[in-house]
């Protein structure tokens, strides 16, 4: 069974202020992470993925993420928020699956505020 | 390109009736999914699909169906609406499936329904 859990539900930062979302997850083997961010009235969109390479992984806009073993950690940072960067962010889960296409379990989600 | 086109964007239905939520993705991907999000809960997987002609339910598959008789569309049927079905229902493909869980998936932009 695989699950994954973010830690706060709601982050606010101050603009030109470091970010940093939790992610903790559950896998009964190694798995693929991915962080995607939901701005409002749109769609999912990929920031970054760990597919067991590099364990710091750099996404788009500014976003990195470092896969933790040991922890079972996989928490998203950026060292300078910027006003656009507020929204939903959804840090998910994939594990090869007994079926045939990949299973994807997503955490409950972050809203990310950015204050002037 | 389009990606993963969602129609329509929002819809009201009275309980009791039916109507077809479509999708269809230029991508020429096999895999396509269909998620419901609620308030404050991430995505959970409805059906999905692996290629034409071949269907398969998710986590909460009740009170839906789906065909998929191209590659290119994936529509998802509501038979009888209920109010328990008001959500935000996302659209998603990808171009492998659990070989390689490591490949993302490309999500439209959604349907909001009410179900009033």
């Known amino acids: 069974a695989q699950s994954v859990t973010q830690l706060d539900s709601h982050v606010s930062v101050s603009e030109g202020t470091p970010v940093l979302l939790r992610c903790n997850y559950s896998?009964?083997?190694?798995?693929?992470l991915f962080w995607y961010v939901q701005h409002p009235n749109k769609g999912l969109q990929l920031l970054l993925k760990?597919?067991?390479?590099?364990?710091l992984v750099k996404g788009i806009n500014g976003f990195e993420a470092e896969f933790k073993k040991s922890e079972t950690s996989f928490h998203l940072t950026k060292p300078s928020a910027h006003m656009s960067d507020a929204a939903e962010y959804f840090c998910?889960?994939?594990?090869?699956?007994?079926?045939?296409?990949?299973?994807?379990?997503f955490g409950t989600g972050t809203r990310l505020q950015v204050t002037l | 390109n389009a990606g993963v086109t969602q129609t329509p964007k929002f819809r009201i239905l009275k309980i009791g009736q039916s109507m077809t939520l479509q999708c269809t993705q230029d991508?020429?991907?096999?895999?396509m999914y269909w998620y419901r999000q609620d308030p404050g809960m991430g995505l959970k997987l409805i059906y999905y699909?692996?290629?034409?002609?071949?269907?398969d339910k998710g986590e909460v598959p009740n009170g839906y169906n789906v065909s998929r008789s191209t590659t290119e569309d994936f529509p998802l049927r509501l038979e009888l609406a209920a109010p328990s079905q008001t959500s935000v229902y996302f659209c998603?493909?990808?171009?492998?499936?659990?070989?390689?869980?490591?490949?993302?998936?490309?999500f439209g932009d959604g349907t909001r329904l009410s179900i009033l």
């Open positions: 998603a493909s990808s171009s492998r499936g659990a070989e390689y869980s490591n490949q993302p998936q490309h």
């Open positions: 896998s009964s083997y190694s798995p693929s």
């Open positions: 760990y597919t067991s390479a590099a364990t």
């Open positions: 991508m020429n991907h096999n895999y």
């Open positions: 998910v889960v994939s594990l090869l699956n007994t079926g045939t296409a990949s299973k994807l379990t």
């Open positions: 699909s692996v290629g034409a002609g071949i269907t």
